[in-house]
């Protein structure tokens, strides 16, 4: 097993959630309203497209990450799992293309708020939809609206994505409410036959929305991360995924399916078609009710995952290969108040360099793009990983092991999400049939995405000399 070279102060942390917090923070966490709208682009075919995705990514996931957990259920989560698998350095690549996969993403949920907003008033505001200071004053005011209660604890932070949750839970009841009324007056939006169930495999513009589709199940992996903050996290992180797997696999298909029925085939906005549905339908009152609750919903799945960013790099903080200020806690509300502040820092410049300069419809797809790439990176490290730490058998004694007695059912498992992992990081660097200037948007996403890792490995191996540097110093006056 790789030994870290750094010595770790096991953090004080409260454990302020519990199962029913798990579930509610992994709704919020994974089910995304803009995906429904990003996924209606299939058409009919996106149904298909779902059940792959659960098959080949949602479950291997949900096992991994149960699995690895029950073996290392310790603040940090697959920053633990990879580091101890594969060594510090892979530790690092993972945890920091995790958080980067994320500051750059973050900012397209924050458009998806601001836009949706716009909706609550009906048609009157809506040209405000391509004003980049309007965009800017919204999305700001919620990042450090965010920011500011996950620095004054868990215990406030996590009523964001509950809220959330639940606002989702709603939102899709009532777009199924209304989806079936409205199909009942006004027929279906999309003509159906059988033939339109299965995706054009020929047309290759639309294979990175596949990539689309299995980022959508993303988010299991999240809890762990926090699991210094959870009450048993043993026991409660395997049964959360459990029960919000299931609620997560209908809920989407609904919601998707609710969305191909009531707005008209091409019509069906990337960024804020829930919000669109809704007000397409010309039900009185439901476009505003169904605009509010598209926006708490997403301000759940923000919140949800600005908390749960915030502790990767505390822990590259504890490990010193990043400043030991941001392993700092907050006396008073037990946060890692410097790495909310950093985070929240970065990500307001990059919000606003986003923004300017482009369409917002394709600084929204190079951002989503360059996330996806990053975002499974990490879990390339994760299904890896969990092949070595069955094959050595590591965990706390007692630790219960999904996948141990079978390792062939493991091997399977960590195959069969590794590969769909990888597909998808090459399919989600194409441009899609909206991008005009397709060779500038490779560029674009690939470059992006290539800078932004040669940064962290160079603040890696700049903070590695240094500590080798500090331990020859010790060496020498204890020679």
């Known amino acids: 097993m790789h030994e870290s070279t750094t010595n770790r102060t096991a953090p004080q942390l409260h454990r302020a959630l519990r199962l029913k917090d798990l579930v509610l923070l992994n709704i919020s966490g994974i089910i995304g ?71 750059v993403w973050l900012p397209t ?14 048609d009157n505001f809506l040209s405000l939809a391509d004003n980049p200071w309007y965009n800017g004053m919204v999305c700001l ?15 406030r932070a996590k009523w964001i994505q509950n809220i959330g949750a639940i606002a989702t839970w709603v939102c899709i009841a009532l777009l199924l409410i ?47 991360i926090m699991a210094g903050e959870i009450q048993n ?40 078609g829930v919000a669109q549905a809704f007000h397409a339908v010309n039900f009185p009152g439901i476009g505003t009710i169904g605009a509010v609750l598209v926006v708490l919903s997403t301000m759940g799945l923000f919140g949800a995952w600005m ?47 986003s923004i300017m300069g482009s369409t917002l419809k394709e600084a929204f797809l190079i951002l989503l793009d360059m996330s996806i790439i990053l975002y499974f990176i990490p879990f390339l490290y994760m299904f890896a990983s969990l092949v070595w730490h069955l094959k050595h058998n590591t965990g706390d004694e007692g630790s219960f092991e999904l996948l141990g007695k079978s390792k062939a059912t493991g091997w399977l498992v960590a195959l069969l999400g ?41 603040v890696y191996y700049l903070k590695k000399r240094e500590m080798a540097a500090l331990r020859e110093v010790h060496a020498e006056k204890n020679g």
């Open 307 to 353: 908390t749960g960013t915030a502790r990767v790099p505390f822990v590259i903080g504890l490990d010193h290969y990043l400043p030991d200020a941001f392993a700092k806690i907050h006396p008073q509300w037990g946060s890692p108040y410097i790495s909310l502040l950093m985070q929240a820092m970065v990500l307001t410049i990059l919000f606003l360099s």
């Open 33 to 103: 309203l803009s995906s429904l709208a990003q996924v209606a682009q299939f058409g009919f075919a996106s149904i298909p497209l779902f059940i792959l995705a659960i098959v080949t990514f949602l479950i291997p996931s949900g096992l991994m990450v149960a699995e690895l957990n029950a073996r290392m259920p310790e603040e940090g989560g697959f920053y633990l799992w990879t580091r101890s698998a594969f060594g510090d350095f892979h530790g690092y690549v993972a945890a920091w293309t995790y958080w980067l996969s994320n500051i």
């Open 141 to 155: 005011g919620i990042l450090w609206l965010v920011t500011v209660l996950n620095i004054l604890g868990m215990e």
């Open 178 to 224: 209304v989806g079936i009324i409205f199909v009942a007056n006004n027929a279906s939006a999309h003509l159906f036959s059988l033939n339109k169930l299965i995706p054009d495999v020929t047309d290759f513009s639309l294979l990175p929305f596949f990539a689309i589709v299995a980022f959508c199940f993303g988010g299991l992996e999240l809890a762990p």
């Open 418 to 458: 590794f590969s769909i992992t990888f597909f998808s990081i090459i399919i989600s660097s194409m441009p899609t049939r909206d991008i005009e200037n397709k060779m500038l948007f490779v560029v674009k996403v690939i470059g992006g995405a290539a800078v932004l890792i040669g940064a962290g490995l160079i």
């Open 109 to 122: 949920v924050m458009l998806l708020v601001s836009i949706s907003a716009l909706y609550i008033f009906g």
């Open 233 to 272: 996290p043993r026991k409660n992180i395997p049964r959360a995924i459990m029960l919000s797997s299931i609620a997560v696999s209908l809920l989407y298909i609904a919601g998707t399916l609710m969305l191909i029925l009531t707005v008209p085939e091409g019509k069906v906005g990337i960024i804020e």
